[in-house]
């Protein structure tokens, strides 16, 4: 679904498919401080947050949320706020303090830090360090060394004090606020550690196999203070410690066949089991044979979709979600889209056809694909298709699609960079797993021209990024990434501060084309695919011309259930037609609106099908699932019955035509 009505939106119930049980009306007491800058940590208290996932500042919808007990808990000013009410929100119920929140000073005006010193330049864990510079104000975080989850007391603008974590090893400080980041030019030593060193014990290892760059997960314990590590006498690996109980090694560049050994300063361990270099990945299975398409088929003839015999197209369709977080969770190994549809092995395909649906929208995870073993933020290793099977029922569930009749859209929903687990939505795709997954999925789905390519899902470019965003979400250049939204079976996310590289669209046009695919590929735009101010005069290069725009215009932020624009309005639909006029098709791949029994008609719905049928643009609604949700789910059962009005209002949409 839609991420971009927050951040936290990502863990809430329509996107990972559980359901909210029991959600509360909050009320929100009090709140202090009552002004602050960006980074300023808002205490509420009140009652009813269990269970809560999202929260507001202002204008802004993407405050970071620590639900603390059911009555209390914590919001981070973000980047974009404004002043205005402080609101947290659940899947059902949303709660306002009775005051406004007075932003002090923006992101836009947060100053580049600068350490001129720091003392003292040593001590244990629990040392407390005062750093002295400028430009302090602002700043919400703070490094030791490779520990990310120091202590900061701002004291004034030109002076801080920084709590040494447990695990921090020696290192730089660095002090961050939203924009900027400074570094220390002296290194701060961890001292008194080997004095609490203990001997290690590596109890597992996974994998036991790999080529170069494997990320090897070790359970065990003793690991913290513990510094270096080496796989098969190469001791240039790289280590990360997690915890006491958990370290994860990366396989260095001239690693051999054997031992791996975790080391501190006086003791070091050697795993039981030793590790296999392999010379190269396992290849993947190769691709079916073509499936007998006849008229099925799908490519671009200036700002319309066109069939094989060249007659005009319009996608009137359906998401089908479950394939993006059911098998990196775990569960369900045996159907990895989890019968998210009511029944096991994908949805019934006869329910959707009866709604005269000629498309679906299938939704992927780039680690359960690929079949990388990935880290969650609570240090836990998981094996994203436990199963074994996640390319296969993929591959079932559009031959399914394509025998009933159906063109399916696969889109590149959930990724990750480094080795962190893709358990929600990150900016962008990442270079290092996403050029893969498409040059993948290209390959294994060329010869069908019924399908569709969606590069990625919702970019969204205002968390941790700096530059300008459209040129970097397009060709990859000017602007960078700081860190990264990611998550954990817990639920909780996390913002990792480790810079990273995005694939552009540029770049995943390119991986596809290399494969020899011509299928149609969409490209969306900013602020989760809702912004298309930049996507015509920032649009990637597609050398065939099989390129169509992907818009998820949902309802405007914060509006009411009736309220009929999407965000964005009214530039937004100047920016559409543009891109029509361009020659360009236009594919609404997800739309949404309120489901609750009883509801009677969706006005959302109404404004973007009336523009769709009006200007030629096609639409797909989110979702084709048995959620319970009250928004954004189409039907209630197996057999297709619309959910009140949403759902109806799709499906009188689609039998009208």
Known sequence: MVAARLLAVLLATTSCGSQAAAARQQAIASFSPASGPVGTVITLRGSGFTGSKQAWVGSSHSAALKVLSDSRATVTVPADASSGAVAILNSKHAAFTATAFALT??????????????????????????????GFTGSNAAWVGASHDAKLTVVSDTQVRVTIPAGAASGQLAILNPKHAAFSPQTFTVTGAATALRQQQIASISPVSGPVGTVISLVGSGFAGSTSASVGGAGNASLVVLSDTAARITVPTGAASGAVVITSAQYSATAATAFTLSSSPPPPPPPPPPVPSGELSLRVLGNRLIDAQGATVQLRGVNYSGFEFVAVQGWSPADPSGAQAGQGGGPKWSAIRAWKANAVRIPLNEASWLGYRCVDTGGLSHNPDPGGNYVASVQAQVDQATAAGLYVIVDLHWSAPGDSCPMLQTQMANADHSIAFWTSVATRFKAYPNVVFELFNEPFMDFDFSGDAWSYLMQGSGGSFSGYPASGTSGVWKDIKQPWAIASYQALIDAVRATGARNVVLVGGLSYAQDLSGWLSHRPRDPLDQMAAAW??????????????????????????????????????????????????????D???????????????????????????????????????????????????
């Open 105 to 134: 000073q923006s992101a836009a005006a947060l100053p580049q830090q600068s350490i001129s010193g720091f003392s003292p330049m040593s001590g244990p864990v629990g040392s407390v360090v005062t750093v002295t510079g400028s």
């Open 607 to 657: 404004t973007m099908t009336q523009f769709a049928d009006q200007n030629g643009a096609s639409v797909l609604g989110w979702t084709w699932n048995v959620w319970g949700d009250p928004e954004n789910v189409l039907i209630r059962d197996v057999d297709g019955t619309p959910t009140d009005g949403y759902g109806k209002a799709m499906r009188d949409w689609m039998l009208a035509h």
């Open 552 to 605: 998820h215009p949902y309802r405007k932020f914060g509006s009411a259930w009736d309220y009929p624009y999407p965000n964005f309005h009214p530039q937004v639909f100047d920016d559409a037609r543009a891109i029509l006029a361009a020659g360009i098709p236009l594919v609404m791949t997800e739309v949404g609106a309120q489901n609750t029994p009883g509801t009677t008609g969706a006005p959302i719905i």
